[in-house]
């Protein structure tokens, strides 16, 4: 399980005081709002840095960073990714999952047949489609529904899936 989770990506400076745009990676945009401090996953390694100001402007969250103080600060910044603790991550509800949480989890129909190994999650707007690898390497895509869905133990790294008529 991952200790930390992506909130973000600096994309760019903004302005001349060091604040950064931040293209967000996650579903609830407004939450940078409670977050105190990010930790930034840089080349060197990581370090935290606590939030002084929030701004959104269209898509992206406009963060101001202690520390960093001018536009070329900023400019180091560039496609730096954001992380947060999972103490700090949102709080879900029972039957939601982070992303990567998921990856990876062996996948089996409901009559315990292995199908294979959950490689990717498709957000499609409606519900997610979970894309399985099978072991003859082709992939069968599964949407996440409750009529297909029928167990999750990230204690166990399983999925129990029922194949609605069509899907292989």
Do not use: W
Request: aromatic share 6%; net charge negative.
């Amino acid at each position: 399980m991952e200790q930390f989770l992506q909130v973000g990506v600096i994309t760019s400076p903004h302005g001349v005081r060091g604040e950064v745009k931040v293209f967000p990676t996650t579903d609830d945009v407004t939450r940078f709002k409670k977050l105190k401090e990010v930790i930034l996953e840089e080349k060197r390694g990581q370090r935290t840095l606590a939030i002084e100001q929030v701004k959104f402007f269209k898509n992206m969250v406009i963060l101001k960073l202690k520390g960093v103080d001018s536009m070329n600060d900023a400019e180091l910044l560039r496609n730096v990714p954001l992380l947060v603790s999972r103490e700090n991550a949102v709080k879900l509800k029972p039957g939601e999952y982070f992303i990567c949480d998921l990856i990876g989890l062996q996948v089996s129909d409901e009559e315990g047949k292995f199908l294979g190994t959950l490689t990717e999650v498709i957000q499609t707007g409606a519900n997610d489609v979970y894309v399985v690898k099978m072991e003859n390497e082709k992939e069968v895509l599964i949407p996440n529904i409750k009529e297909c869905i029928i167990k999750v133990s990230l204690e166990e790294n399983s999925m129990t899936v029922h194949l609605l008529e069509g899907l292989l």
